[in-house]
């Protein structure tokens, strides 16, 4: 989805709209027509202009027409972070004033919940840059009563996730280069709260970057991104909005990115029918979940192999609705078809998705009562993640508990209390 003409003029007019009497504004504008290139994305978005107030407040707000009128600039900016992106350990800080109602809000969210980012995030390696900004602007607003101070103190240890939205140190990309020390997290990047404390009239949220595959329990059981070659970051926020229940909205960016955009944008479609199927499967609609995710498979047919490991990913979305379904011999056939495609893409069974597939194969069997297969296929499940995963890793709770339930229906209790017991502890240790 590369930059057109139009494209540009869009976020041009929007941003004269807002600053047409507004002569310094209006320079900045005429700067970037003339000068803009994908390469300056992030100064851009650093820079103290129009362009970075408009694009943040329709993040917030969720306003489509605006954020689909920034759409290149969105995707720029997540090529540059990803082109910049490097596992390392890092902690940063960032200073912010926070209405006390979404304070409250977050502190409302018990230690070991998850929170998503609907705009960029922007932090400092310097505790003290984020504690001046909190300083300056508490110094210039005395008698306002209405927010509350926060520094976010955010670890990032990259041994504890596979994947995660790009990040980077902005520094040499920055309008204010090096003196901030500037690290730009993606939209939509996901923290876990570790801890919220008050220090000295400054509330303290630690949090610590997540891996987007464990942020919430339903990914053991599905694939809901799909391994495509590239990311297209219009299509990440409708999911993102999903991911916050707020289906509508997500419904209506979908329907909107579709209507905008030619079919030749395969990921966009593909992320689209994706994330509607998983909302009309949450809307138990499954009919019309069923619908998209075969307009999916339509779309990745005209691009990739039929084996290309995304294909698995959507028989495996289609084994979790016709299970709900009820129809359990065609959910068995779709989790065949996902297990043959990652078997062959990853080579051998030692892989975290085989042993998710296995899972999924085990409750579909005891469903049908057919508790030996049922068995064979958790114990297979449970095989490779011994081998591929640390002991208490959350897919092993989903394990245990489907073991556990067998043995149950079997009256062997003992062997059930067992695995139901391994499953809580790692449940509990999950959550904190």
Sequence with gaps: MDMTVDDKQELVDCWKINYRNNESELRKIEEFIETYNSNDAIRWYTRDSGLYRILNAALRNENLDVIIAFRFLIKDIYKQLRDEYKKEDIHVYRGQMLAKTEFEQMKSNTIGQYISMNTF????????VALQFISSFVDGHTNNSALQSVLFDIEIDHNHFESVKPYASISHLSFFGNSEEEVLFMLGTIFKIRNIRQDNGIWTVQLQLCDENDHSLKEIYSYKKNNLDEQTDLADIAWLLHELNQNDKAEH???????????????????????????????CNYDLAIHYYQKQIEVQLNFYNKNHVSFAAVYTNLGLVYTAKGNLDLAIKQYEKALEIFILNYGNENHKNVATTYNNLGLVYAKQQNYELALANHQKALKINEQILPKDHPSFAITYSGIAGIYFRNNDYDRALHYYENSLTILTKSLT
């Design 121 to 128: 995030l922007s932090a400092s390696k310097s505790k003290n």
């Design 253 to 283: 960016y979908c329907n909107r990115l579709l209507n905008t955009f030619s079919v030749n944008d395969k990921c966009l479609f593909i992320k689209c029918y994706q994330t509607l199927g998983s909302i009309n499967s949450d809307k």
